[in-house]
């Protein structure tokens, strides 16, 4: 069974580092396209951070580029987010994705097929 847990979620001070998890099971991570999804309430689906499982390659979107950072730890089969100097609008929920081979150049949410539930993150004063 294919599943994704996402851990690491919390309050934090504007300024502050969150590093976010995501264990992947069912599957082996080898080719797949590995993604980071953000959603707050009445919106959709925000890209965060996408990566290639096979070569590493990275795209991000642009409110988060320097700041956060995704990287696939492939023997533990495992995504992680990195989120430095967070800011009062990065609080969301938020989703870590999987998707077919070369999906993680577009890091399109709609092309990202297996979801985790999720995990929340606040950014407050």
């Known amino acids: 069974q294919v599943q994704l847990v996402e851990s690491g979620g919390g309050s934090v001070q504007p300024g502050g580092s969150l590093r976010l998890s995501c264990i992947v099971s069912?599957?082996?991570?080898?080719?797949?396209?590995v993604g980071w999804f953000r959603q707050v309430p009445g919106k959709g689906r925000e890209r965060v951070a996408c990566?290639?499982?096979?070569?590493?390659?990275?795209t991000y979107g642009d409110d988060v580029k320097g700041r956060f950072a995704i990287s696939t730890d492939k023997a533990k089969n495992e995504v992680y987010l990195q989120m430095n100097n967070l800011r009062l609008d990065d609080s969301a929920m938020y989703y870590c994705?999987?998707?077919?081979?070369?999906?993680?150049?577009?890091?399109?949410?709609?092309?990202?097929?297996?979801w985790g539930q999720g995990t929340q993150v606040t950014v407050s004063e």
């Open positions: 069912g599957f082996r991570l080898q080719y797949q396209s």
């Open positions: 994705a999987t998707a077919g081979w070369g999906e993680w150049y577009d890091c399109n949410a709609d092309r990202f097929g297996t």
């Open positions: 990566q290639s499982s096979n070569d590493g390659q990275t």
